[in-house]
């Protein structure tokens, strides 16, 4: 069974930067694409970035403010958030799945972490 445990959520000021953090066990890591969602208020879970297993290749749905990484020696993957608006404000989770094309959609309800807050003041 794969755990996803996120950290690295918090309080910031507009025009900041959080770097979250996953960490991933109990899977062949290597084999896992990865990809953060959020989830603001009651509303759906929405893709932020996903990236392969291999690191190669990443999506995001925001270009340009949002970096995503992976470090398969040490089972991470990151976010970097820059710039942060209070828009972003939401709940931050780590989802993996062997099958990229399912990983960006969030519809597999299997190897979910627990979620990280993020909150951006204006």
């Known amino acids: 069974q794969v755990m996803l445990v996120e950290s690295g959520g918090g309080l910031v000021q507009a025009g900041g930067s959080l770097t979250l953090s996953c960490e991933v066990s109990g899977g062949t890591f290597r084999d896992l694409g990865v990809a953060w969602f959020r989830q603001i208020g009651g509303g759906d879970r929405e893709v932020v970035a996903c990236?392969?297993?291999?690191?190669?290749f990443t999506e995001y749905a925001d270009s340009g403010r949002f970096t995503i990484s992976r470090d398969n020696a040490k089972n991470m993957v990151y976010l970097k958030m820059t710039d942060l608006k209070p828009e972003d404000t939401a709940v931050y989770y780590c989802?993996?799945?062997?099958?990229?094309?399912?990983?960006?959609?969030?519809?597999?309800?299997?190897?979910w972490g627990q979620g990280t807050q993020v909150i951006v003041s204006s």
């Open positions: 990236i392969n297993a291999q690191g190669t």
């Open positions: 989802h993996a799945d062997r099958v990229f094309h399912r990983l960006r959609t969030g519809l597999s309800t299997e190897n």
